[in-house]
């Protein structure tokens, strides 16, 4: 975690307000379109049977994937690091002379740091969906999985697109609008990420409300996808259910504006669409979650959003308090097992109230408060707090002994001094009553 | 040569380390293949369809003809740039093809049919529409026969279950393009058209229609 990040957000009343009426809305939005989708609970069940059974068989439908993604014309490029990934990107993009790139919303491109790679190797890169393009020429990183530019104020915006101050959130999309359509007509190469990859039909979905996606993946002569390679299902017909959770459990809309199912590249008799396809499956990590059989789910995460939205802790941090791309309860139990050496990364699953709001609106059912109580149980702790807390335990189970330390109650508040400074600077205990619950029995009943 | 073998390579790394991660297994068997069938073929599809775009912020509106379609389009294009698709009943509403990708960039309404509607979501789905068409121009106009309204995801499904087999591109489109990325504000036509406009035709049923009292 990043404590500054947090001082600095808890103190902007500004910044807070802005974070918990996004998700606010967002979480409305869920929550009502999900109660009108009948058999819901079903559809949750079922996805999340058809994820567990392909993340179990991963390599079998990876090659089912690209059998038939090249039978249709496309590639498939294996990366087994963000470095190969992005070098396959930008190797393509010099040996067909291509200087300008389309990009629409991808959080696997994020992870990988896509754009300052083509930016160094002198190829621009322009993010299209209207929330990045204002994240990138504010040079920051998104601050929500589906919402990236959730925390600029509409003046923020107008000042990153040169706009009037006052601008009206239309007049400055209008703006953007013009100033995209040209990169779309000039771009040699357009990418996009991949909400699911379909494995008997050889195909890359994408969902989207703007367009950009569709754009990116349609206008320039090359379309290059980036994913994950866990984002795979079996079938097409796997998508009735599929999409119907997505964009619920997103935003609540009952299927997003633009969903593409793309199979390779323009066929023989087609009016439009890119003359090459490329589809850039990404390991970076994933494998090593693959191994571990407790917290393989992770894997199955549709990157909807919802476990932000409904997290208590999300609300009040904001997106840039977690030190990676993947914030949010899914960031807490994705960023530790990615990045298994960051000192930050190993203290993410004690940032949770374990209150359970991310799994029960997990759309694919990842038991997400299950494995926080993993991490915290293998983690490494201090042996003083190990002592102190097999002490409280077995004070807790023995009445009598409990009744022994009866006047610790006296003192009220624990001593901010020695190892319980630290401990404590980090947690409000609450005031205690004059006097106990078992004081209270006694002169009550008692008498 | 080079980038082949190399690409050769890191395939059966990927490959052999999901292999060693998850140990001998069975040969898969998928869970069943889940489509809802118990919606089909109502006669309120018409209606449900209308109803669904229309609180996107498209606009529905049904004739019985070509040519009623065409009287109704007529004084709304003129002296509008148009481009529109090779599809029968787009020719047989009076619009001759032109979709080029000038044409479209130049546009100002696109028109197409569509091969699929789904009524429950209010969504227009193109297997066979120039991609562009539905995109570039800031208006869109869909000329569709009234059969191809039908319950759902789970019956464009259930009609194709395949979709690479038919095309490289199918494509749903539900309402207009829309973005709430300042403020959270709704804002439409951020980079596809902001503006849709169904006109379903063909007579049928309209008891549903004008029991709601209609347009």
Not at chain 1, 292 to 318: F, H, T
Not at chain 1, 363 to 379: A, N, Q, T, W, Y
Not at chain 2, 136 to 160: N, Q, T, Y
Request: glycine content about 8%; overall charge positive.
């Amino acid at each position: 975690m990043k404590l500054a990040q947090i001082e600095q957000t808890l103190g902007d009343p500004r910044l807070q307000k802005a974070i918990y009426s996004a998700t606010a809305r967002l979480a409305d939005g869920r929550r009502k379109s999900v109660a009108d989708l009948a058999g819901y609970q079903d559809l949750r069940e079922r996805a999340n049977q058809i994820k567990k059974h392909t993340i179990e068989h991963l390599d079998f439908y990876l090659e089912e994937l690209e059998r038939n993604l090249v039978a249709r014309g496309g590639q498939v490029i294996w990366a087994n690091t963000a470095e190969e990934a992005r070098d396959f990107v930008s190797g393509l993009a010099r040996e067909r002379g291509v200087k300008l790139v389309v990009k629409s919303k991808s959080m696997t491109s994020e992870e990988i740091h896509l754009n300052d790679h083509l930016e160094h190797a002198g190829i621009e890169a322009v993010e299209t969906d209207l929330g990045e393009y204002i994240i990138q020429l504010a040079h920051e990183k998104p601050y929500h999985i589906i919402a990236p530019a959730l925390h600029k104020t509409r003046e923020q915006v107008a000042e990153a697109l040169h706009a009037d101050r006052d601008a009206s959130p239309e007049r400055l999309t209008a703006i953007a609008r013009a100033a995209l359509r040209e990169k779309f007509l000039a771009a040699g190469i357009g990418i996009t990420g991949a909400n699911f990859l379909v494995a008997d039909a050889g195909a890359v979905v994408i969902v989207e409300n703007e367009g950009n996606a569709r754009l990116s993946s349609s206008a320039p002569a090359i379309h290059i996808a980036i994913a994950g390679m866990e984002k795979i299902i079996p079938r097409a017909q796997d998508l009735a259910i599929f999409l119907k959770l997505l964009a619920r459990s997103a935003t609540g809309q009952p299927l997003s504006v633009y969903t593409s199912f793309l199979a390779g590249p323009r066929r023989a008799g087609e009016a439009d669409g890119p003359g090459e396809f490329y589809l850039v499956l990404v390991d970076n990590g994933r494998t090593r979650v693959l191994a571990d059989r407790e917290k393989r789910q992770s894997l199955y995460c549709i990157r909807c959003g919802a476990c932000l939205n409904n997290c208590p802790v999300y609300r009040k941090i904001g997106g840039y308090s977690y030190p990676w791309v993947y914030s949010g309860p899914i960031g807490k139990i994705l960023t530790p097992q990615f990045m298994p050496d960051s000192k930050g990364a190993q203290w993410l699953p004690f940032a949770s109230s374990l209150c359970g709001a991310c799994g029960e609106v997990c759309p694919v059912k990842i038991e997400i408060p299950k494995i926080l109580l993993e991490f915290r149980r293998d983690s490494a702790k201090p042996p003083a707090e190990k002592a102190a807390f097999r002490i409280f335990s077995w004070v807790m189970r023995h009445p009598a002994a409990y009744e022994k330390f009866r006047w610790l109650r006296r003192l009220r508040r624990l001593p901010a001094a020695g190892p319980l400074k630290a401990w404590l600077s980090q947690r409000d205990l609450p005031e205690l009553p004059a006097r106990s619950f078992r004081e209270e029995w006694r002169r009550r009943v008692r008498g | 040569m080079k980038r082949a073998g190399k690409k050769i390579s890191a395939r059966e790394q990927m490959l052999g380390r999901v292999r060693a991660a998850l140990g001998k297994r069975e040969t898969p068997v998928a869970p069943p293949v889940y489509l809802n069938k118990t919606v089909k073929s109502d006669a309120g599809f018409v209606e449900t369809f209308r109803q669904a775009l229309t609180a996107l912020g498209g606009s529905v509106v049904e004739v019985d003809t070509p040519e009623q379609a065409r009287a109704y389009l007529e004084p709304k294009l003129a002296g509008v740039r148009v481009a529109a698709s090779d599809t029968a009943l787009v020719r047989a509403c009076g619009f001759a093809a032109d979709f080029s990708r000038a044409s479209c960039a130049a546009a100002e309404i696109g028109i197409t049919s569509a091969d699929f509607a789904l009524a429950d979501t209010g969504t227009l789905v193109f297997l066979s529409e120039p991609r562009l068409l539905s995109l570039l121009p800031p208006r869109h106009i869909a000329i569709i026969e009234r059969a191809k309204i039908i319950a759902g995801l789970d019956e464009l499904f259930e009609r194709v279950p395949q979709p690479a087999a038919v095309a490289s591109s199918m494509v749903l489109v539900t309402g207009p393009s829309r973005t709430a990325d300042i403020e959270m504000r709704l804002v439409r036509g951020v980079h596809g058209p902001g503006e849709i406009l169904v006109l379903i035709v063909g007579s049928g049923t309209r008891s549903t229609r004008d029991a709601s009292g209609g347009t």
